[in-house]
């Protein structure tokens, strides 16, 4: 069956560093659009950065633009998010999902699997 489970969450200083990983299996990977997604406390979903099936197409949501850098690596079934320059308003529960095809889209219904997510707190 489909599975994404995300690791690399945790505790990070204003300013600083994480990189989230979302490893897949269950499907051919090299097929679909990935995304990563966030919710913060009291919010709701919020679409943070896609990739098209072979890696040349992102886009990242304005406001993480800049900061954090989505990427994939077809051969490991795996992507990644790096998040940068961190900011307390990043804290949130962030998922990956599978795009129902090749193609990238910010539009969170056209993602047909999600992760549990993993937990990312900014603070000092």
């Known amino acids: 069956q489909v599975q994404l489970v995300e690791s690399g969450g945790g505790l990070a200083q204003p300013g600083g560093s994480l990189r989230l990983s979302c490893a897949t299996s269950?499907?051919?990977?090299?097929?679909?659009?990935m995304s990563w997604a966030r919710q913060a406390p009291g919010k709701g979903l919020e679409w943070v950065a896609g990739?098209?099936?072979?890696?040349?197409?992102?886009f990242h949501a304005d406001s993480v633009k800049g900061r954090f850098t989505i990427s994939r690596d077809n051969a490991k079934n795996t992507v990644y998010l790096q998040m940068d320059s961190l900011k307390p308003e990043d804290t949130a529960l962030y998922s990956c999902?599978?795009?129902?095809?090749?193609?990238?889209?910010?539009?969170?219904?056209?993602?047909?699997?999600w992760g549990q997510g993993t937990q990312v707190t900014v603070s000092s």
């Open positions: 999902a599978r795009g129902s095809t090749s193609y990238l889209t910010n539009l969170l219904h056209e993602y047909d699997y």
């Open positions: 269950g499907f051919t990977f090299s097929n679909y659009a």
């Open positions: 990739i098209d099936s072979d890696g040349r197409d992102t």
